[in-house]
Structure formats: structure tokens, C-alpha cells
């Protein structure tokens, strides 16, 4: 059932959930080429990268040897190469880190990150929308229905042709509210070295069949002996919203809490589900329970399932 949208929210927002939006950023586009290249990214990545075929692309994580995440990249199978897709901020550290492992064996990365724009699309009407020459048709991604990977040239074209289509340019307000109300997590704010793949829902980026890769033991055991302590979840906050970082602790236990229950990444204000968020609940705070700031007991954090719903 989808939800209704008040007159007063924002037209971008309105758009991009009814019609048709449009939002360019800025990604890490690093490609990795050489007879060994394929192997190489076998091994450091948890997606199946050997079995893509020309075209596909997957979503993918790379961990360390205790199996806490390093990065979040999209996959993009190309002819002759694999092209990672990065958070932009993530790109030095990421090029870094591959660059570490990549010592005698045949493999060139290169930065391609300045030639190339991700033009992310929003609402039901991303699908009538073709990718022009030159860019790549990637799937759509958390609040994203498709988007285009196209070279910083032929951006200009690609924005006239949809703002001809009746597309509207989404602000990166709208675009944050977006996110949390789909149960995207962002690296560097939802995600980081501190947290394990399954924390973070990671499932269709984690191959079960694929041989051995960084990180493959701890995930392997942690599945078939046990469950992560913590999980990703969406927060609703009926009282107000929660500032990220924010502790949360259990009604009845002591402020501030001996024991942290969970903890606020994300919070917006959205005009169809009011104050609402992203953060961690530990494993046996159930969908539903109410949890309380630790530094302002006076404001709850009702735990919700991802992606949010009426």
C-alpha cells in the first residue's frame, strides 16, 4: 500500500516518489584490467565476480581478516575489465587498499573517477528514460529506480533531456530523506570499519557458493554457529527526532544506560512518515520496542522494520 503525500511537501520530493526525479553525484569509478584481474577481485571482494557476465553488476563488499567491512562497492562487468563503483569519499582509501594487494600479480587499477558522473533516478517514471550514448544503464539502488553512469562530457545532454522529460532536480535534503526512508545505509555514516557484512543486511552482496576471499571465515562461522549482536534497522521518532550518534537505552534501565540497546546514524524529517531514522538495535530488541535516548530520556525511538511503510 503505498502512502499518501501531504500537498505541503517539498515538489522534488513529490516527484520523485510520484513521477519522475533526478539527482547527479559524484562517484569513486575505479577499473581493474590485466590477465589477473578477475582473481585478483575473487579473492578481496565477497561478491562472485568470476560467474558476471558483460553487463551485470552486483553489489559487493570488501572486508578484513576478522570480516569488518573495508568498503561497499557495486560491481560493473565490462568486456574486458570490472569497474568498481565507490562512494566518492571513499575512493583514495579504497584505491589504496586494493593497490596493497595487488603486488606480483597481473593487474592494473586505474582511477577513473574524474571522466565519469552517476546520475541517480527517482519515481515511476525512471524506466522511459534511455541511456544516451557512451553511458552504462545500472539498476536501480535503495531510493534509486535505475540510474546512468555517463562520462562528465555528455552530462549537460542528459540533464536537458530530462528536464524536457518533466524531470525534477532533486536537493540534497530531499535526496537524504529519500535514503532513510528506503533503508540505504552510507558508508562513513551508517556503515564503517567497525561493523560486520550481516549487520548491515548485506545478503545479495555476499556469495555462499564462491571459493575463499578476505574476510569468508568469520562470515561463514558467524552464519552457521551464531548471528551478529547488532542489526540495521529504521527508527520512527515519535517524540522527536534523535541527533545520530545518540545512545539509546531499555525504558526501564538507569540514565544514563549501563548497557547500550542501540544507537542513532540517521534521522530526517519526512513528509510522509514524520521524524524517522537509521541505526542499530542489538539482537534481542525486537521490531516494535521502544527504546529512549540515553542523554534525553524525554525522547523515544520506536525500532522499524526497513524499508519504512505505512
Known amino acids: 500500500m503505498s502512502a499518501s503525500i501531504p500537498s505541503a511537501a517539498p515538489t522534488d520530493y513529490r516527484s520523485a516518489r510520484e513521477s519522475l526525479g533526478h539527482r547527479a553525484r559524484r562517484n569513486g569509478v575505479l577499473d581493474v584490467e590485466g590477465a589477473d584481474g578477475v582473481a585478483f577481485l575473487q579473492g578481496q571482494l565477497t561478491q562472485d565476480v568470476k560467474a558476471m557476465a558483460p553487463g551485470e553488476v552486483r553489489p559487493a563488499a570488501a572486508l578484513t581478516p576478522k570480516g569488518k567491512l573495508v568498503f561497499l562497492a557495486r560491481v560493473l562487468a565490462l568486456p574486458d575489465r570490472l569497474r568498481l563503483l565507490v562512494a566518492a569519499d571513499s575512493r583514495e582509501s579504497v584505491l589504496a587498499h586494493l593497490k596493497k594487494y595487488v603486488v606480483f600479480q597481473k593487474v592494473a587499477i586505474a582511477d577513473r573517477s574524474s571522466g565519469f558522473v552517476l546520475v541517480g533516478l527517482y519515481g515511476p517514471r525512471a524506466g522511459q528514460i534511455a541511456a544516451p550514448g557512451g553511458a552504462v544503464p545500472l539498476p536501480g539502488e535503495g531510493e534509486f529506480s535505475a540510474e546512468i553512469l555517463i562520462p562528465s562530457g555528455s552530462l549537460e545532454d542528459l540533464e536537458r533531456a530530462l528536464e524536457s522529460a518533466g524531470s525534477a532536480l532533486v536537493s540534497e535534503e530531499t535526496a537524504e530523506v529519500l535514503r532513510v526512508e528506503t533503508g540505504r545505509p552510507r558508508f562513513g555514516r551508517d556503515a564503517d570499519a567497525s561493523n560486520f557484512a550481516d549487520e548491515i543486511g548485506l545478503d545479495a552482496a555476499i556469495s555462499t557458493t564462491k571459493g575463499c576471499y578476505i574476510g569468508q571465515e568469520i562470515v561463514a562461522r558467524t552464519r552457521t554457529y551464531g548471528r551478529v549482536n547488532r542489526r540495521l534497522v529504521g527508527f520512527r521518532f515519535p517524540d522527536g527526532a534523535i541527533e545520530p550518534g545518540s545512545l539509546l537505552k531499555r525504558p526501564e534501565e538507569p540514565s544514563p544506560g549501563k548497557v ?51
Open 260 to 310: 547500550e540497546q542501540g544507537r542513532v546514524t540517521s534521522a530526517v524529517l519526512s513528509p510522509v512518515f514524520g521524524a524517522i531514522g537509521l541505526g542499530y538495535a542489538f539482537r534481542d530488541v525486537p521490531a516494535g520496542a521502544r527504546l529512549l535516548s540515553a542523554a534525553d530520556p524525554s525522547r523515544g525511538a520506536v525500532v522499524a522494520a526497513l524499508p519504512f511503510s505505512p
